[in-house]
């Protein structure tokens, strides 16, 4: 069509590992790349990053950019957002997805506002239409509406934000060679405005709700001396959060801050497990609009199997401890082959 | 002859009197004007309407001691020991006044010395005299030996009750003593004469008796002055405040709030003891410390922070403690060093608080504890220092006209697949139904209204709802402190009400049925409101609706805190369960004036405190001591609460909790 | 010196919404909030307030002649002033064209720092502080959870990153920040003080007035065009049944253990602790939340 040729991804990846929000948005972004005849690559900034380049070729990336500096070992906008725009500049790319993360809409509104050019934020699906024109469907209103959107003006790159969740991760079985081109970018530290002082990493069992993927939730039927600790062991062999219901909180099994429900928070996690809850609506509204519930409970009649996608009528005594055994193993196993794999 | 009349070291008798006289009384009245000083730093309230009525009620309150005898119960009869106490005692002050007063300070004893007044009186005092040291040895046994929860065995109230033993004591020595030494030997007065025939059997010299008898009697004149001077200077100030509280009892109905104009206002609420209203103040000098309130409030049952007796006993010692300092201060709104909120009554304790009123039900002086309670929440909110989830239900009454977070649209789709009648399909009708908001979208209480209405139409009553353009009562904004949120909806919602033809509203949910009757008409509204209880009682007894013969059912009844303390209506839901049941209503011990509140009012299911236990656990386990097949209840929150308690608590459905409509549903004739 | 905030008025989502050529709300008349993120960020400016001394609230708005309901909320919260710049046209414009004439009030003014919500309730983008802060040519710090002045001129910010963390930043005055609408719980504003609110002041602008005319901030000056609107089909539940790759005697065996109860309405998994255990496996990684 234009000058402007291949399909970027820029990689979000944390503690040296690549976000699978960056897998979907590959898998996307080689849809939207087959159907214009073009390349799909990934752009991965940092610094002494080691490139996934066996992840990235088995999922069918042509090419890598790998921008690396010191300046950049941590996520500033200022810093990002330069060796980007010059890098777009020099290598005109058609399409650029990022992920809806902090950094990745950051980085993404930056470029928008620095190059004046509209972005397509928060989007679930990619589309090019019959008539050749990027079309994007985003949830509006808290995902209450949808909308259909395209860009305005016919400037490029064409920039969207991908929400974590909405594409799912494809299977990583192509075959291929990701082409690695370094990138050696010009910043000085006084191009950049803000200075990053360090981290704080979160204990996932008592982190805020909210900000939980996968919550491990338990009620009356774990409430017991013999039982909590298996939620507990569950909430680490997934690396979710521990919450609970009321019943839960009175026995003191869990705080004010842990508890689901009218009385208490709600949340919307990718995986929401109840252990031993008996699903009255002063929990449920408190969790009903979970994307996955599994429910583990033995009473038959439970309301809370209503609102699962995955029901196991089974003690938890019982269910808790195989599947506790058998995550560990998993990870034992997927150790073992990163190990020795590398 | 009195001791009055003698000379001691030159000076005489009469002089000694009124000097001792002057300095007590002195001190007396230096303290109680203090006191009404600080008094007159609260705003002004008018209590003074209809001036014949209140006289009248304290009259009766007070005198015949109906404060104290309503309180009895067979658990705490201390209500007759005060009330023989303050009958003996009284005798005693008019036989102080006109005795010693006149007989020994204006020298009027000659006139009286001997006379068959003051044997008839003196026999009188000596009977009250047994029945005061009765009712004081039993206080003592009670207060430091038996230690019930509600009385403290505190020194102060050591000292009254010494005080008093010790009058009592000294009567009888002044009889004996006095009778003896003048050998005035008769049958009357009984006690004086037995003591004083036992003194003249000993060998007891006459100068002696003599000399006993002027210090017994000066001994008993200093400790009287004594007790004066000590009166308003400790909890005994309640002898001369109570009786005023009781005439500036409220009027109103019972709990009723005030309506306040923002315009008009200084402070919204209450943040410093000024901001309290004079009577509000008064309140803190009428408390006896008697504690029934204590003993009487779920919260603390519950083990939470709130205490009435302690918020009461607080506020006055807060006001004690910076009262010079604000009277002394250049503008009367000056802020005293000690935060009244966060200080002296923590925002946990104002908050604790389900406004049941069982503490001013069961007060004998009339103290009004809660009002003063929701006046400090009235200021926490104007300071946005409410709790996320206050803030998030009243958020939702203001947006949308509920506490629930549900739409305005949606109040009608309880009544989904039903035909319902709706007031703006219609030119008049004879009853309103006036649904609530939990009536509305509560998943539990919407059985509460299907059945209301069922039985509506089954006795072909002409009725219709509001449908959609009802709005929250206000009632949980109200009892939250958020005053300009309950006035834009009662507002709202009269301006509705007046747009339609009605007889009489009806609702099923005692919150609504105060607001509308009790409080609505500040805003100048008068609507006829009836209770489903008193309804459905109505429709039975006029044979509009046939029950069944009754069942063999093992029934007991909660009365809500807004349908019995609030309103006194204890016997028209008895009634309507009487008639569907074969079996005698069974009574829980705490029950009609005495019921412990669900645990929901006052916004409490929204503010839901953290210590303690849970007052609604606490009434279901009442609920299971009488073994009942069936609870009964008569309001929504109630409703709620106690069947969320029961899930849990009896799973297999031994226990029911049923609203009364649910109940004549059930029972009625095929 | 000025600490601005701008805020958005948005349709209260808790209330069913409609397509109606646009978004409308079903409900006897619409409810509208000022958006959920702006609100903690007012919050924080008016904390920033109370510990700086001499520092003034001035709370903007971009919006049609209803949007005023928000800078009397603003009023109420404490701000010492508010600005509507009113337009019709606001109804329907991107994050491009409101930040554009946002920035031309602001320049205006001389201020320290800007607080905005992350992203509104309504359309979301999350766009509007990257395009104020480029237009004024200062910092910008998204996703802030908190702040706190460590000398004058220098802020300490903490920004929400995923599953917990947090960034510990420095930043320089003047900046923006896009405040999270989880750093906070939004303090309540009373009825009364909502009415005080109502007899003061609010300084109006017209697009005139900065220099813009409604074609500058009209759907086409938009960057993003928006095609079509549609309620979202109902996602239909993602029933799970139990794995068809079992061998025919371990399906009989499970069977014959009492397990999957017949009929497709119930889905309901029985079995032995491993079978079970095995499923839930499954699911997690068929679902992606386990790695393959």
Known sequence: MTKAKDVWVVAEHSAGKIEDVTLEMIGEGRRLAQKLDQQICVVLIGYQKPPPLQLLSSHGVDRLYLVDDPLLADYTTDAYASVLISLIKQQLPSIILFGVTANGSALASTISARMQIGLLSGCTALNINDAGILEATRPLYEDKIYSTAVFQASTFPRIATIKPGAIGVGKAELSGQTQVEEVHPHITAEDIRTKVIGYTQADPRTLDLAEADIIVAGGHGASTMSNWHLVEELADALGGAIAGSRMAMDDGWVTREQLIGQSGKTVKPALYVALGISGA????????????VIVINKERGAAIFKLANLSILADLTEVLPALIAKLGELRRSATDSENNSS | MTPVSDIYWHISGYAIFWILFAIAFGLFAQRVYFLFRLLRLGRREERSQSLGRRIKTMLVEVFPQWCNLKTVTRQDLAGIGHSLLFWGFGLFLIGYIIFIGLGGGFGLSSVLAGSTFEIVYFSILDIAGLFVSAAIVWAAIRRYIIRPERLEASFEAGIILLLVITLMALHFCIEGFGYAAYHISAPWPPIGAAFANFLISTDVSESTLVAVYKGVWWLHYAIILGFLVY???????????????????????????????????????????????????????????????????????????????????????????????????????????????????????????????????????????????????????????VSPSVAKALESVRLLGNPWEQPQSARLDWAEGRKVNLIQDREEVDVLYWVGCAGAYDPRSRDISLAVVSLLERAGVNYALLGTEERCCGDPARRMGEEGLFQMLARSNIDVLKKYRFNRILTHCPHCYNMLKNEYPQLGAQFEVVHHSQFLLELIHSGKIKLQEGQELRLTFHDPCYLGRYNDIYDPPRQVLQAISKATLIEMRLNKTKAMCCGAGGGQIWIQSEKGRRIEDMRFEQVQEVDAQIVATACPYCTIMLDAVAQIKEPTGKIKVMDIAELVVRALAQ | MKIVVCVKQVLDTRVPLAVNGSVVQKEPSPIYIMNPADRIAMDKALEMKASLAGEEIIVITAGPARAEQVLRMALAAGADEVVHLEDEAFEVADAYTTALALSRVIKELDYTMIFCGNRS??????????????????????????????????????????????????????????????????????????????????????????????????????????????????RPKKIYIPDGSLSASQRMSYLLSGGLAKGKESSLLEGTADYLAQQIIKYLIDEGILPK
């Open chain 1, 281 to 292: 609506s002063q929990h449920t509204e408190g969790m009903k609009e979970s994307e996955r």
């Open chain 2, 231 to 385: 009166i308003p200077r400790s909890k005994h100030l309640h002898i001369l405040a109570s009786p005023f509280n009781v005439l500036f009892k409220p009027l109103a109905p019972k709990g009723a709030l005030k309506l306040i104009d923002p315009e008009k206002a200084e402070t919204i609420g209450a943040a410093k003891i000024q901001d309290f209203t004079w009577k509000q103040l008064l309140d803190l000098y009428a408390c006896a410390v008697c504690g029934r309130c204590h003993t009487n409030c779920p919260a603390t049952l519950s083990g939470k922070p709130l205490s009435p007796r302690e918020v009461i006993l607080n506020l006055k010692d807060h006001l004690l403690e910076v009262g010079p300092q604000l009277l002394s201060a250049e503008t009367p709104s000056a802020n005293p060093g000690t935060a009244m909120i966060e200080d002296v009554i923590t925002e946990e304790v104002i908050w604790d608080c389900t406004t049941c009123y069982a503490c001013q039900e069961v007060c004998p002086v009339g103290i009004e504890h809660t009002v003063k309670l929701i006046d400090m929440r009235r200021n926490l909110v104007e300071h946005g220092r």
């Open chain 3, 121 to 234: 309730l309504d359309i979301g983008a999350g766009q509007v502080p990257a395009f104020l802060a480029e237009s004024l040519g200062i910092p910008q710090v998204t996703g802030v959870m908190g702040l706190e002045i460590i000398s004058p001129g220098r802020v300490k910010l903490w920004r929400r990153l995923e599953k917990g963390r947090r960034q510990a930043i420095e930043c320089p005055l003047p900046a923006l920040y896009a405040v999270d609408s989880s750093a906070g719980q939004p303090r309540y504003v009373s009825e009364f003080s909502l009415r005080r609110a109502a007899k003061r002041r609010i300084r109006s602008l017209t697009l005139a007035d900065i220099g813009l005319t409604q074609a500058d901030v009209g759907p086409q000056a938009s960057l993003i065009r928006v095609v079509s609107l549609s309620p979202p089909k109902p």
